[in-house]
């Protein structure tokens, strides 16, 4: 399983360098055509080429991501921060490029304590409610509370649930009900690596 880990880790930051060079082209490209004036004298076209550049910059952000946490940037890429504020930070960048009838983030009862910002947790937290939209579009909801002395941190949504069979094997990869799909399972796979890490475990019911 380690050795699983440590191929798609090297995996995913030989990708994050590769794609640096073309998102850089096209930022180039994009840059040149939002300075034509014919084309941006066309209303449409020139809504879309903005939408292309906050996209290009949101996959900036996204490998720019990865390579922190395979720790390839500068180490004032960690900083200083308060539990809460995290969390409360990562729900506000994943509404910002999702929108749901209702999304509601609870806090029952966790103190703010002091901590370091940590990309994985970050990234833990985004795919359990990624996979929640998914299942359920228009309902999802993140908790926070205190079980003894850890922080539960509880992602809920309205979908159809798991097969029995499917519940009992989840967290290994490439177990998923999402077939259909490449990467089918690796997401819960690296939550429950990334929960192990931080010295807790996860937890899935219906």
Avoid: Y
Wanted: with cysteine.
């Amino acid at each position: 399983e380690e050795e699983h880990i440590l191929r798609l880790g090297l995996l995913a930051t030989g990708a994050a360098h590769e794609l640096g060079t073309p998102m850089a082209t096209m930022s180039v490209i994009l840059g040149d055509w939002q300075h034509m004036s014919a084309l941006m004298k066309d209303d449409d076209l020139r809504e879309d080429l903005q939408e292309m550049q906050r996209q290009l910059l949101r996959c900036k952000s996204i490998v720019s991501g990865v390579l922190l946490s395979a720790g390839e940037t500068r180490a004032e890429g960690t900083k200083s921060t308060t539990f809460v504020s995290f969390v409360e930070g990562v729900v506000s960048h994943w509404q910002s490029h999702n929108s749901l009838q209702h999304f509601a983030l609870r806090n029952e009862g966790v103190a703010n304590f002091a901590m370091l910002s940590d990309t994985a947790l970050q990234q833990m937290i985004c795919n359990l409610l990624d996979n929640a939209r998914e299942a359920s579009p228009d309902w999802v909801e993140l908790s926070l509370s205190n079980v003894q002395d850890q922080v539960r941190i509880q992602v809920r949504d309205h979908g159809a649930g798991f097969d029995a069979a499917v519940l009992s094997q989840l967290g290994q990869c490439h177990i998923s009900t999402k077939l259909e799909r490449p990467g089918r399972g690796l997401g819960l796979f690296l939550v429950t690596n990334v929960a192990r890490a931080l010295g807790g475990r996860v937890e899935v019911t219906n």
